[in-house]
């Protein structure tokens, strides 16, 4: 069975940092690209960003772009996420997503975990 | 960026309702198109990907059709579990992105 459990989010200052992390399991980690997707309170989905399977390739979105790193570490089918320059407009739940065939095919989600900006 | 207009954006139904839900593209994305059901505070569950294929495990009730620009989900008999949102995908062009999502209510 497919697991994708998520952890590391909470309140931070504007400005501040903040790494999430998903913790794989039920499948060769090491296989499929990874993305992170967002949700804003009350809001719908937005794609974050996405990383191949080795860990060679990555995307982000614009509004993220030189402010966030995703990483893997497939010797220990770890995702992460690390958020630098924190905004307001960064809170959201964070769900990674594993893709199935191609990048962006997402087929199983994490439950989330809440990242609050705010002083 | 492809834009994904959903419609409509909720909707009242009772059980045993049929309910259709459309999602439109801004430019063609061929089938590469997936629908997604999400419960308050839950994970997005994937319902249908490439356009009109039904993930396993999933309820036939649910279905999807369409290709190019303009796609649908129908649920064909409302059941009680079924009250959610619904989001589309489409993952044809970078970067991916989803409709605004379709509440469907009681």
């Known amino acids: 069975e497919v697991q994708l459990l998520e952890s590391g989010g909470g309140l931070v200052q504007p400005g501040g940092s903040l790494r999430l992390s998903c913790a794989a399991s039920?499948?060769?980690?090491?296989?499929?690209?990874m993305s992170w997707v967002r949700q804003a309170p009350g809001k719908g989905l937005e794609w974050v960003s996405a990383?191949?399977?080795?860990?060679?390739?990555?995307y982000y979105a614009d509004s993220v772009q030189g402010r966030f790193t995703i990483s893997r570490d497939n010797s220990k089918n770890t995702l992460y996420l690390q958020m630098n320059s924190l905004r307001a407009e960064d809170t959201a739940v964070y769900f990674c997503?594993?893709?199935?065939?191609?990048?962006?095919?997402?087929?199983?989600w994490g439950q989330g975990t809440q990242v609050t900006v705010s002083s | 960026d492809i834009q994904m207009t959903q419609s409509p954006s909720s909707l009242s139904a009772s059980v045993g309702d049929r309910v259709t839900i459309t999602c439109r593209a801004s430019?063609?994305?061929?089938?590469?198109l997936g629908w997604y059901q999400q419960k308050p505070g839950k994970a997005p569950k994937r319902l249908i990907y490439a356009a009109s294929t039904l993930q396993s495990g999933v309820p036939s009730r649910f279905s999807g059709s369409g290709s190019g620009t303009e796609f649908t989900l129908t649920i064909s008999s409302l059941q009680p579990e079924d009250f959610a949102t619904y989001y589309c995908?489409?993952?044809?062009?970078?970067?991916?992105?989803f409709g605004q999502g379709t509440k469907v209510e009681i």
């Open positions: 430019q063609g994305i061929r089938n590469d």
């Open positions: 995908l489409q993952h044809n062009s970078y970067p991916p992105t």
């Open positions: 990383i191949s399977g080795s860990g060679g390739g990555t």
């Open positions: 039920g499948f060769t980690f090491s296989k499929y690209a």
């Open positions: 997503a594993k893709s199935g065939s191609g990048w962006f095919l997402f087929d199983y």
